[in-house]
Nanobody, 123 residues
Framework: QLQLVESGGDLVQPGGSLKLSCTASGFTLDYYAIGWFRQAPEKEREGVACISTTGGTNYDDSVRGRFTVSRDDAKNTIYLQMDNLKPEDTAIYYC?????????????????WGQGTRVTVSS
């Protein structure tokens, strides 16, 4: 069974950091571009970051310079390092895998999704 599992979400104060993990089981991530998405309450899901099979990265303007996506194919895991967190970063964060070498813009092009992990940024 193909599965993605996110972890690492937590309550953190503004300016703090979190590192999210996305681990795959049932398939290898080597051949998949991986996207991180988030959905805040009463808002549409939005793309946050993406990493290609060769390590190329893309970021939404709202997180560029604060978030870093990386992959460890040996561990079949993708990471999202989030620094200088802001209250507007509060959301459920999802990772998703696309059968593509390069990053894809549309969430509809991603085949496999995790269940999400909650990030709350609040003092």
């Amino acid at each position: 069974q193909l599965q993605l599992v996110e972890s690492g979400g937590d309550l953190v104060q503004p300016g703090g950091s979190l590192k999210l993990s996305c681990t795959a089981s049932g398939f290898t991530l080597d051949y998949y571009a991986i996207g991180w998405f988030r959905q805040a309450p009463e808002k549409e899901r939005e793309g946050v970051a993406c990493i290609s099979t060769t390590g190329g990265t893309n970021y939404d303007d709202s997180v560029r310079g604060r978030f870093t996506v990386s992959r460890d194919d040996a561990k079949n895991t993708i990471y999202l390092q989030m620094d200088n967190l802001k209250p507007e970063d509060t959301a459920i964060y999802y990772c998703a895998a696309a059968s593509s070498a390069g990053c894809l813009r549309s969430s509809h092009e991603y085949n496999h999704w995790g269940q999400g992990t909650r990030v709350t940024v609040s003092s």
